[in-house]
């Protein structure tokens, strides 16, 4: 088994990706002016997704909460993939589609932003819950792979990640992810 090769191959797949990012610049900013003013406006971000776009959403809204790179105030944002008695109580009673949709028709007011993360764009629950977070008067954004999907056509905005390989769309979640923490926090800070 040659690792170098195998090491190499991963390392030109991800560059690859990451460069097609620098076409998205306008969707970044795009969407960092409307989470600012959604915040500026006293509203929310609700992140959600399965496995590790569940942990991206965490990781997100973490950002949010605690800080990014610098310490400002605390901004509004909940991943609805950290309570495990609503989602395993949600996913008993009514189904494992619903677990999302269910905490956006509790939580979510008109005017907040839903974020799901989902690398194939085919998600039922984030499907769900996207088609909820419209119902309530959100703006809906999708972060998918680059194929059209479910999610994208039910989203207001979508981020295509560059890529078909579930790690480099992975990758390129967070690195958008943290470019929008950046701008927001920049802002809010006043640099």
Same mark, same amino acid.
Request: glycine fraction near 10%; charged fraction near 20%; include cysteine.
């Given at each position: ?13 991800? /560059? ?16 960092? &002016? ?15 997704? %399965? ?8 990781? !997100? ?8 790179? &610098? %310490? ?8 609805? $993939? ?7 109580? #949600?996913? %008993?009673?009514? #189904? ?26 085919? $998600?039922? %629950? ?12 959100? /703006?809906?954004?999708?972060?998918? #792979? ?16 560059? $890529? ?15 470019? /929008?923490?950046? !701008? ?8």
């Amino acid at each position: 088994m040659n690792f170098g090769k195998i090491i190499q191959g991963q390392l030109e797949g991800h /560059l690859a990706a990451v460069e097609k990012l620098r076409e998205q610049s306008g969707f970044i900013e795009d969407l960092a &002016r409307r989470v600012i003013a959604a915040l500026e406006s006293g509203k929310k971000i609700l992140f959600f997704g %399965n496995g590790g776009s569940a942990a991206d959403a965490q990781h !997100l809204a973490a950002e949010f909460v605690v800080r990014y790179r &610098r %310490n400002r105030r605390a901004l509004p944002a909940i991943a609805l $993939s950290t309570d495990t008695s609503i989602l395993t109580a #949600g996913g %008993n009673d009514f #189904g494992f589609e619903s677990i999302y949709a269910r905490q956006i028709e509790a939580l979510a007011v008109e005017g907040d932003i839903a974020i799901g993360i989902s690398t194939s764009g085919s $998600s039922a %629950n984030v499907i769900a819950a996207l088609q909820a977070a419209k119902d309530k008067g959100c /703006l809906t954004v999708a972060f998918t #792979g680059s194929a059209q999907n479910q999610c994208s056509e039910l989203a207001e905005i979508t981020f295509h990640a560059p $890529s078909e390989i579930t790690a480099h769309i992975q990758e390129c979640h967070m690195i958008v992810g943290h470019i /929008l923490c950046e !701008l927001v926090e920049t802002h809010i800070i006043g640099d």
